[in-house]
């Protein structure tokens, strides 16, 4: 018997050390690409899977050969890790929420708190093992799991550096204050009944314009299959390298599966009425779990490649293989929020409205200042564009390297114009990407450029390192972002206003999707992708927003405050239009926060 224990130990630990091995290989291959080692992948599933049954099969003699429960939690976290990693290759739900499954049973089984070591290499595995699981439950919506493990991470945080003083624990001190500095600029952790930022069926396909949108055919139909999202603002909300902004974009830009109205709390596994205590040694992982929380019926999630301050050769490297990849007839949406130049960063405060009185004398010499940085729309459409032009003004994304490095023109961007490219661009220094229009090199792109800076009836509300951009809040939550703008206080005990004023928004934007797909005066560039559900839904909230914020400034502020797109969307759908106007004006005084803005018909 002893011999036959041994051979099982010798065993595991050579499939262990097989299985580490392939780990190492794929662990830091780039998330972008779609045939970036993709069988080494199928490998180093295999063999962790070989590993996780060999250690099922054998769980008895591997305990009494001094097998740790530990090891078993760190295998399973290899696996969730494999299992995350595909998800943000490849956008698939699944691989999130198989890579949700193998952490949520780390957890209930106590793998790693259970055994109570004073070892500090396993206390560290644990503590990267939170930091992982709370990545997951963040991008999952299990807000009740995240609050349950950032206490548990912050319990692990004061129990190390209680027992291992000489050690220094700085560095995740920080992973809990961002964590919780994530969760309170969250909307989805203060008001449980706020609808999910994924696009879904019940809530963003409206049955009035669905016919339209079905009969709707352009001369070219485009595909949406691929994304790129980049954020980077000094100091501003972000949990690793995921940051709020490009949190509500990557949510924005994938399907709500209907399994996702299971149970949101962290319920205890019960048998019998009895609850199970899964500190021992048995218990296999549940997968059926994965059917009932994924939704077959629903098409594919955009591919996203998400990128946390890149250098600009970077950002070029990862557009240059989407481009080189994309299948034909298909659009790339490019994501890049960042800001100006640097010396741009927190160099005005921004403006709060209070009414017809809001033009002074600094706000006139910061409009005239920036009239002169950036030429306006027609100067770049109508006139003559040098190559000064394309390389005058520039986002900034982070201070790697020298100056150039991290420094983002419009030229930059020019020659993958080649492909269809849907450009949402989020910046203090966005409108000087209007000389990309007509300057294309293949393909007309789809311009949505945000205001110069934002604006709020409470300028403490405009801090972006707090509440992440405005521009982008509307464009992925719409009615939160205007509540936020006119300082509307949300909260789950105005569940029917806030309800009432949903359907405000549902019959507004139904109206203006049909009118979208009447309109003989739409540009082919929109035409061609408004069969999509994301990027039709971008359109429409950017409509809205531009109509908000329009009427929110005074008509001599509108450059610096309102969006801008290219080419234009039909008059018909212009902020002044009565139907977009009379729509914002109802929501306005549905919300009784009509006195701040400036409608023509009041």
Not at 176 to 187: G, K, S
Request: charged share 25%.
């Amino acid at each position: 018997m002893a011999e036959e224990g041994d051979v099982v130990s010798k065993t595991f630990r050579a499939l262990v050390e097989r299985a580490d091995r392939k780990f190492a290989r794929v662990r830091d291959f780039p998330s972008y690409g779609r045939a970036q080692g993709q069988h080494y992948f199928q490998k180093v599933f295999k063999a962790y899977m070989r590993l996780w049954k060999y250690q099922q099969e054998h769980r008895t003699e591997l305990v009494k050969a001094g097998l740790n429960r530990w090891e078993i939690g760190e295998i399973a976290g290899r696996i969730g890790q494999l299992y995350f990693g595909q998800y943000t290759r490849t956008s698939e739900a699944r691989f999130l929420v198989e890579a949700y499954v193998f952490y949520e049973a780390i957890l209930k089984r106590r793998y790693f708190e259970g055994c109570k070591v004073k070892d500090l290499g396993v206390r560290f595995k644990e503590l990267r093992f939170y930091a992982r699981f709370l990545l997951v439950s963040l991008i999952l919506n299990r807000t009740q799991t995240v609050k349950v493990v950032v206490e548990k991470l912050k319990a692990l945080v004061d129990d190390c550096n209680a027992n291992f003083r000489e050690t220094n624990f700085k560095e995740w001190k920080l992973v809990v204050q961002e964590i919780v500095r994530f969760m309170n600029a969250d909307a989805t952790f203060t008001i449980a009944s706020a609808r999910p930022f994924r696009y879904s069926a019940i809530f963003d396909c409206h049955p009035n314009s669905v016919q339209y949108v079905a009969r709707f055919h352009a001369k070219k139909v485009l595909k949406f299959r691929d994304a790129i999202l980049m954020s980077y603002h000094r100091n501003e909300v972000k949990f690793a390298e995921l940051t709020l902004d490009a949190y509500r974009m990557l949510q924005c830009l994938e399907w709500e599966s209907s399994g996702s109205f299971y149970p949101k709390h962290l319920a205890e596994t019960k048998e019998n009425g009895v609850v199970v205590d899964y500190s021992g040694t048995s218990g296999l992982i549940d997968m059926k779990l994965v059917a009932d929380m994924t939704d077959p019926t629903l098409p594919p999630n955009p591919r996203k490649a998400i990128l946390y301050r890149p250098s600009v050769t970077h950002l070029i490297a990862v557009m240059a293989t989407i481009c080189e990849e994309l299948p034909p007839e298909s659009v790339i949406l490019v994501y890049l929020s960042a800001s100006g130049k640097p010396s741009h960063i927190n160099a005005s405060p921004v403006e709060s409205s209070g009414g017809p009185k809001r033009t002074t004398k600094n706000k006139l010499t910061s409009h005239n200042s920036l009239e002169q940085n950036f030429s306006s729309p027609e100067s770049h459409i109508n006139g003559k564009k040098g190559s000064s032009d394309y390389y005058d003004d520039y986002l900034w994304l982070g201070s790697k390297g020298n100056g150039g490095s991290s420094n983002l023109y419009p030229g930059d961007i020019i020659p993958f114009t080649r492909r269809p490219l849907f450009l949402v661009i989020d910046s203090d220094s966005s409108h000087a990407f209007k000389v990309l229009h007509g300057a294309e090199r293949g393909e007309k792109a789809a311009l949505l450029l945000s205001p110069f800076r934002p604006m709020f009836k409470d300028p403490f509300s405009a801090d972006i390192t707090q509440n992440g951009s405005q521009f982008t809040f509307f464009l992925t939550a719409p009615l939160q972002a205007f509540c936020q703008m006119t300082g509307f206080a949300l909260s789950d005990s105005d569940i029917e206003v806030l309800s009432n004023a949903e359907n405000i928004l549902s019959t507004a934007f139904s109206k203006w999707e049909v009118i979208l797909c009447k309109s003989p005066s739409l540009d082919l560039v929109w035409a061609q992708v408004l069969s999509d559900p994301f990027l039709r839904r971008l359109i429409i909230r950017f409509i809205f927003c531009r109509a908000v914020l329009s009427a929110f400034c005074s008509s001599e502020e509108s450059e610096q405050y309102v969006p801008v797109c290219l080419p234009q969307l039909p008059n018909s759908l212009s902020p002044k239009a009565e139907v977009v106007q009379s729509s914002v004006s109802q929501l306005a005084n549905h919300l009784n926060v009509a006195d701040g803005f400036h409608f023509d018909n009041t």
